[in-house]
């Protein structure tokens, strides 16, 4: 039984034309993506975060799977139980391109109460403040992973790296933690690495493999 893991970051959605972190410099109306993307942030500015949050939902409601979400997609049909796909990214596209993922860093669809916990589809557009549909609190936030909180899944995706046999990571920077540690966990769990990205990442050299070019090209040659 092969066990495959496969963690995607934002630059598998850069040709949907969903925009990266770091190639806008990794700044956002002169904010640094560790200045908006905090529970801090939140409390300090709860209008500029969650300006940023709705902004990126409308643009990721225009956006479309591209070849190398079908890819992956195709690969998880093709070899059911056997492919788990991590993902840092907020937006739905590995949905609609039919596959199954966890979210580790959340969802822009989503919208949670940071008093009960209750998680409800998120408007497209939250307001501020936003009340909780259950408890009426008015605490709603994105249900998005920010810096300096927990990533969702940890327990399971540590589980499924300790047991794969191929571990890939396409179009992510590796400069977030702790999935830019996973192909260690993956590498001393005797798995084949390949690196699959437009450039080489802060991590290339923990890889066994490491293949370069736009992920609508490398993604689906890879998985043929
Ligand atoms: C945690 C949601 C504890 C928000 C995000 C000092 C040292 C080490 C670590 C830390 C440190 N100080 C603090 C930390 C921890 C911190 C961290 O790593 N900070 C960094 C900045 C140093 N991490 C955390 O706080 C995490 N929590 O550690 O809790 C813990 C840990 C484990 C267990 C228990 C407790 C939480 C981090 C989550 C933050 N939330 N996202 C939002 O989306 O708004 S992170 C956000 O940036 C993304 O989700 C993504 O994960 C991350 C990086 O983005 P990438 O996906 O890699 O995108 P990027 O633009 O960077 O790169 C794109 C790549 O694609 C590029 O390489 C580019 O070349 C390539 N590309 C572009 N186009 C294409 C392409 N490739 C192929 N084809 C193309 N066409």
């Keep these: 039984m092969e066990k495959i893991v496969i963690l995607t970051g934002a630059g598998i959605s ?3 034309g969903i925009n990266t972190f770091r190639d806008s410099g990794g700044l956002w109306e002169n904010h640094r993506l560790e200045d908006v993307a905090t529970p801090e942030a939140f409390a300090r500015d709860p209008v500029l975060v969650q300006g940023f949050y709705n902004a990126r939902r409308a643009a990721a409601a225009q956006a ?4 190398a979400h079908t890819a992956l997609a195709e690969l998880q049909r093709h070899f059911p139980g056997e492919v788990i796909i991590v993902t840092q990214n907020v937006d739905a596209l590995h949905e609609a391109a039919g596959a199954q993922v966890l ?20 408007p497209l557009q939250m307001r501020v403040p936003e009340p909780c549909p259950a408890c009426g609190a008015p605490r709603g936030r994105p249900d998005i992973v920010w810096f300096g909180e927990i990533p969702y899944h940890m327990e399971e995706i540590i589980g499924h790296l300790e047991s794969c046999t191929l571990f890939a990571a396409i179009g992510t920077s ?6 830019a540690g996973f192909v260690q966990a993956a590498d001393a769990a005797g798995a084949h690495t390949v690196e699959l990205n437009l450039e080489a990442s802060a991590v290339f050299s923990d890889f066994a493999e490491v293949r370069q070019g736009p992920a609508s090209r490398i ?6």
């Design 64 to 67: 479309r799977p591209n070849p």
């Design 219 to 224: 993604v689906p040659a890879w998985v043929a």
């Design 14 to 16: 850069a040709e949907s």
């Design 103 to 122: 979210h580790m860093h959340g969802s822009l669809d989503q919208a949670l109460c940071a008093a009960c916990d209750h998680r409800w589809p998120a």
């Design 174 to 179: 590796g400069q977030v933690y702790p999935a």
